[in-house]
């Protein structure tokens, strides 16, 4: 499975941005793993944003993200979308889709449960 990270860019703080994640290749694969998105800031570790279950449309999110980012999917193409709306300056990061296969225990927030990683795009939040 290939993922392709888009959507990043520069944007006002309050302002919203969406992330999509597009999975090519084995791209039925995707419709039975989680789809996560984690976040890089310059210098510091990655960190988990929110995940879902594909086939089941659960969503998971980080504290710190729950009420601004919505984590979403689109079957017919193969892609998750993370809407980021009243952005801040600390949300100013490198933001990574990554797959993971389903498993009876795993920790979505962890970055070794995922087998797959797209690229990154990066979204910069200016004040």
């Known amino acids: 499975v290939q993922l392709q990270a888009s959507g990043g860019g520069l944007v006002q703080a309050g302002g919203s941005l969406r992330l999509s994640c597009t999975a090519s290749g084995r791209a039925p694969a995707i419709r039975s793993s989680f789809v996560g998105w984690f976040r890089q800031a310059t210098g510091k570790e990655r960190e988990f944003v929110a995940a879902?279950?594909?086939?089941?449309?659960?969503?998971y999110y980080a504290d710190s993200m729950k009420g601004r980012f919505t984590i979403s999917r689109e079957n017919a193409k193969a892609t998750v979308y993370l809407q980021m709306n009243n952005l801040k300056p600390e949300d100013t990061a490198v933001y990574y889709c990554a797959a993971a296969r389903k498993q009876l225990r795993i920790d979505l927030s962890q970055t070794a449960s995922y087998s797959y990683w797209g690229q990154g795009t990066q979204v910069t939040v200016s004040s």
């Open positions: 879902l279950d594909w086939s089941g449309g659960s969503t």
